[in-house]
């Protein structure tokens, strides 16, 4: 794993699956639980993640309505957003990898796993970014031409 700590955003109104995710994760990445989405909300006004793991049943706003909040504003619309939810049927998995879900994982999940596609997908996020800087670096180059 990456020696630059990444920070994740566990969003369950399940405190035992908050407290099992953050000893797994907390080992390899800055992790901020909550409860809520309203807390989640409230926290990225002052924290943007690396990457956010949502459930999707939850009282008040659920993770489907949650991740189309973050879809639409240009501050959030590129975190990668993983379900991690005990909802396991085809058609709810569909739904959230159609709404911009990067990843959709079920409860109770595997640590060992859950670490592994939270690697692979910081590493995506993280060439993303790099491809997005050489492009630009190589269009200023063409620019000056």
Known sequence: ???????????????????????????????????????MMKMLEEIVPDLILLDVEMPGDNGYDLIKILKEEKKTQDIPVIFLTAKNDGESELKGLSLGAND????????????????????????????????????????TK
């Open 1 to 39: 794993m990456s020696t630059d700590r990444k920070t994740i955003f566990m969003v369950d109104d399940d405190v035992t699956i908050l407290t099992i995710g953050k000893n797994v994760i907390a080992k390899f990445y800055d992790v901020f639980t909550m409860n809520s989405g309203a807390r």
């Open 104 to 143: 959709y994982i079920i409860k109770p999940f595997s640590p060992p796993l859950l670490l592994k596609r939270l690697e692979v997908h910081l590493l995506v996020e993280s060439q993303k970014k790099e491809i997005i800087e050489y492009k630009n670096k190589l269009q200023q180059l063409a620019d």
